[in-house]
C-alpha cells in the first residue's frame, strides 16, 4: 500500500491516486454507529490541500462551526518518524509555532500519521488530510473528502445554522456529478498528475486534459453563474478549491517543471 504520492507512480511513469481507507458514514440517524451529534467530531485538515480545504469550506458554508471543531497541521511535510525517512502533515508544537497551526488538541499527536495509527495499529497507507475524526471511539470516521462534504451537507442539519443550504439538491444531482466527474479527474487530480508524472508522455497528456478541462469550464461559466446553473453547489465548490490555488500553487510549481 503506498505511503506518499511517490508510491502512486506507475511503471509508466502515471500518477495514479489510491482509493482513501476509512469509509464509514455520519448519519442522522441517532441509532447509526456514527449518528450526527454536536461536539463528538473533529475535522483535521491543512490550508494548503484542496482536499481539505472543500470539507472545511462545508464546515462554514453549513454553519457547522460550533458543532464540528477543526484543527490545521502545518502547511508544509516534515519528518513523521525518527525511524524512517517519511514525510507528511505534522502539528507544530505550539500554538505560536505557525500561523493558523494548532497542535493536537485531542490525542497529543505529533503527526497525522500517529492519528491514524491510533484508528488502527496496523494501518500502512497513507496518512492523508481531511480526517473526520470521532472524538468518543478514538477513531477515523471517513478520510474521503467527497464523502466528508456530502454528509456535512445532509446528515448534520439539525445542528447545523443554515440547514436549507442544500448543495446536492435532488433536482441537479445528475449535472453535480457530471461535473464533477470533469472536475476530478482532470483537473482536481489533474494538477497532481502533472506534479507527479515522471515521465514525458503522462505528464503531456495529463497538461492537456487539465486545460482542456479548464476551457469546459470557462466555456459553462461564460454563459451561467455557476457550473450547474443558477445557484452555487458542491461542483462550485470542488472547483474552487483547486482554481484558488492554480496560479499560486499549481502553475509556478508544477507546471513550469516538467519531468
Keep these: 500500500m503506498a505511503r506518499s504520492a511517490l508510491d502512486e507512480v506507475t511503471y509508466s511513469g502515471a500518477f495514479d491516486r489510491s482509493p482513501s481507507t476509512f469509509r464509514s458514514f455520519v448519519s442522522r440517524d441517532s441509532s447509526a454507529p456514527f449518528p450526527a451529534v454536536a461536539g463528538r467530531y473533529h475535522l483535521y485538515v491543512s490550508y494548503a490541500c484542496p482536499w481539505a480545504s472543500r470539507c472545511l469550506a462545508y464546515l462554514k458554508l453549513k454553519g457547522l462551526d460550533s458543532a464540528i471543531g477543526f484543527t490545521s497541521v502545518k502547511p508544509i511535510f516534515g519528518r513523521t518518524k525518527e525511524s524512517d525517512d517519511h514525510l507528511g502533515w505534522v502539528f507544530p508544537a505550539t500554538r505560536d509555532e505557525e500561523p493558523s497551526a494548532e497542535p493536537d488538541p485531542f490525542n497529543g499527536a505529533k503527526t497525522v500519521r500517529e492519528l491514524y495509527q491510533i484508528a488502527s495499529t496496523k494501518y500502512t497507507g497513507k496518512p492523508t488530510v481531511p480526517v473526520l475524526w470521532d472524538k468518543q471511539l478514538k477513531t477515523v470516521v471517513n478520510n474521503e473528502s467527497s464523502e466528508i462534504i456530502r454528509m456535512l451537507n445532509t446528515e448534520f442539519n439539525e445542528i447545523a445554522e443554515n440547514p436549507g443550504l442544500d ?37 503531456d497528456e495529463a497538461v492537456t486534459n487539465l486545460y482542456n478541462a479548464l476551457d469546459k469550464c470557462e466555456e459553462i461559466l461564460r454563459k451561467q453563474r455557476y457550473m450547474c446553473g443558477n445557484q452555487l453547489t458542491e461542483a462550485d465548490v470542488r472547483l474552487f478549491v483547486t482554481l484558488i490555488r492554480f496560479d499560486e500553487i499549481t502553475s509556478n510549481n508544477i507546471l513550469s517543471k516538467p519531468p
Excluded: W
Excluded at 167 to 172: I, T, V, Y
Design 167 to 203: 448543495l446536492n439538491p435532488a433536482h441537479l444531482q445528475a449535472s453535480i456529478d457530471e461535473i464533477n466527474d470533469l472536475v476530478y479527474d482532470a483537473i482536481n487530480n489533474g494538477v497532481y498528475k502533472c506534479g507527479f508524472a515522471k515521465k514525458q508522455g503522462p505528464y
